[in-house]
């Protein structure tokens, strides 16, 4: 079945560091791969996609390239800021069977001034 | 513009208790989804609604009912609440079911069964 694998948390940098969350994921076919970051309290909204092999997503100053070989979707941000602090979570979208997202276990991101 | 709007915000449940949670969309989406997010697990489908009048069975949906009452509701309900299930419950719509697709969120119940 499919599957995402997210590195563990919590994440701790100071601010103007440099970020990188690991995710690897397992599917059949050619899936989509999104991450979805969560604030304090609140729902989960899209950070950023990509829907096929190479593409990159970008958003915010966050990126994320779609690496077919590696099977891993990795989120980078050059310098991240207080306001970045909350959950991040990678997911997969398949284009067989069933049709909903499957969610890594999220990485919390803790960003001190 | 509302987006997704779940209620209730928190509940509090007794062992055997039943509930309905409720969750509707004004962005006239196909598509609506019911997770449930655990700490460390991420968050898991329950059941899935791809168009009006059809639902699927998600990852964990035992012990769930669903209704999908009409394109902009689609109701969660606990007929008899156990210690397992106290979670905290998302409601999710997408325009379709495309690979592509963004999910829209509400911002959650906390439920505890106690």
């Known amino acids: 079945g499919n599957s995402v694998t997210q590195m563990e948390g919590p994440v701790t940098l100071s601010e103007e560091a440099f970020l990188t969350i690991n995710c690897t994921y397992t599917a059949t076919g050619y899936p989509s791969l999104f991450w979805y970051v969560q604030y304090p309290g609140e729902g989960l909204q899209l950070l950023l996609k990509?829907?096929?092999?190479?593409d990159k997503g970008s958003n915010k100053g966050f990126e994320a390239t779609y690496r077919k070989e590696t099977t891993s979707f990795h989120l980078e941000k050059g310098s991240v800021q207080v306001s970045d602090s909350a959950v991040y979570f990678c997911?997969?979208?398949?284009?067989?069977?069933?049709?909903?997202?499957?969610f890594g276990s999220g990485t919390r991101l803790q960003v001190q001034p | 513009n509302a987006g997704v709007t779940q209620t209730p915000k928190f509940q509090v449940l007794k062992t055997g208790q039943s509930m309905t949670l409720q969750c509707a969309q004004d962005?006239?989406?196909?598509?609506m989804y019911w997770y449930r997010q655990d700490p460390g697990m991420g968050l898991r489908l329950i059941y899935y609604?791809?168009?009006?009048?059809?639902?699927d069975k998600g990852e964990v949906p035992n012990g769930y009912n669903v209704s999908r009452l009409n394109k902009r509701e689609f109701s969660l309900r606990l007929e008899s609440a156990a210690p397992s299930q106290t979670s905290v419950y998302f409601c999710a719509s997408s325009e379709g079911t495309a690979t592509n697709e963004k999910l829209f969120f509400g911002s959650g119940t906390q439920l505890s069964v106690l």
């Open positions: 997911a997969l979208k398949a284009n067989t069977g069933r049709r909903a997202l499957t």
């Open positions: 609604s791809a168009s009006e009048g059809t639902t």
């Open positions: 990509a829907t096929k092999a190479d």
């Open positions: 962005m006239n989406h196909n598509s």
